[in-house]
């Protein structure tokens, strides 16, 4: 593998963090960042520093088992580090991770609403089925056993419910470009259901929107039962926060198999309806 030499990767470690703050995506000493180097390296921020004003000597240094190697730094690692181990793991082509707080992400973590599918095509290129994680204490080795089993290889978003987002990627500026897509397309989301209404991609769009996005070089296991409409069961606690009745996606739950909903979800699907239509009476 090619690296840039130590001062260039921490110096990037830097520029990031800074983009992170100037976005709002992090308040305070919020947050973390890691870039694997090698093997059994990876850079990552300290704790209890603004992501907006690090420096290239804060910058730790540790093993793939959370060691702070770097024992003359006075700076000590992230207390969340054991997550971003835990993603490099179990997907060694990951080489970055960025866990942050962006505000209309969250603002789904809070509402404990997943991400919808089959909406937005920069979303659905980009960032694909995203992972939503149950609430676990931050800090601890239940946060990153809240999602690691869901993680996928096409897996590159994870939203930790009540807490944050995780994105990952080939290096870090990819990961941060999904950490600005993602919080962009929560806020679309957000003002769609300001505007009272969301139009949801047929099944021909989407199969060839993942069809487009094959092309890219771009994995989506979805593109194998996209054609049968088959839809995704999180898609539901956002789009029935919309009164009346509205379609589901075109995205589906099963994992490229082209394997239809059963019948228990189908009727949980007319319940839902039921009682949003007496809701609105």
């Not at 992170?20 to 890691?34: K, V, Y």
């Not at 793939?64 to 835990?86: C, F, I, W």
């Not at 990153?144 to 994870?158: G, H, R, Y």
Request: glycine share 6%; proline share 5%; aromatic share 6%.
């Amino acid at each position: 593998m090619q690296y840039m030499n130590a001062n260039q990767q921490k110096k990037e470690m830097c520029d990031i963090g800074r983009n992170i703050w100037l976005r709002g995506f992090c308040a305070g000493n919020e947050g973390n960042h890691s870039l694997r180097i090698s093997e059994d390296r990876v850079l990552c921020t300290p704790t209890g520093i603004s992501k907006g004003f690090l420096t290239p000597e804060m910058i730790c240094t540790i093993d793939m088992d959370g060691k702070q190697v770097d024992t003359n730094n006075k700076y000590k690692r992230t207390s969340e580090v054991m997550v971003h181990l835990a993603i490099y793991k179990k997907r060694p082509d990951v080489k970055a991770v960025i866990h942050s707080h962006p505000p209309h992400a969250v603002a789904f973590c809070i509402a404990n609403i997943p991400l919808p599918q089959g909406i937005h095509p920069e979303a659905e290129v980009f960032l694909g089925q995203t992972v939503y994680a149950s609430y676990a204490t931050p800090g601890g080795p239940a946060l990153p056993a809240s999602f690691i089993d869901k993680i996928t290889p096409e897996t590159n978003t994870i939203l930790m419910a009540n807490h944050g987002s995780v994105n990952f990627a080939d290096n870090l500026t990819n990961a941060y470009y999904k950490l600005e897509i993602l919080d962009n397309y929560c806020k679309q989301l957000i003002l769609a259901r300001q505007l009272g209404q969301v139009n949801v991609l047929n099944s021909k769009q989407m199969t060839e929107l993942l069809q487009l996005k094959q092309k890219f070089g771009i994995s989506d296991s979805r593109l194998a039962c996209a054609p049968n409409g088959c839809a995704s069961r999180e898609d539901q606690p956002f789009l029935t926060t919309f009164e009346g009745t509205h379609p589901v996606s075109a995205s589906c739950e099963c994992q490229g198999e082209g394997k239809k909903e059963d019948d228990g979800f189908e009727a949980l699907v007319k319940a839902i309806t039921e009682q949003i239509l007496a809701n609105a009476k």
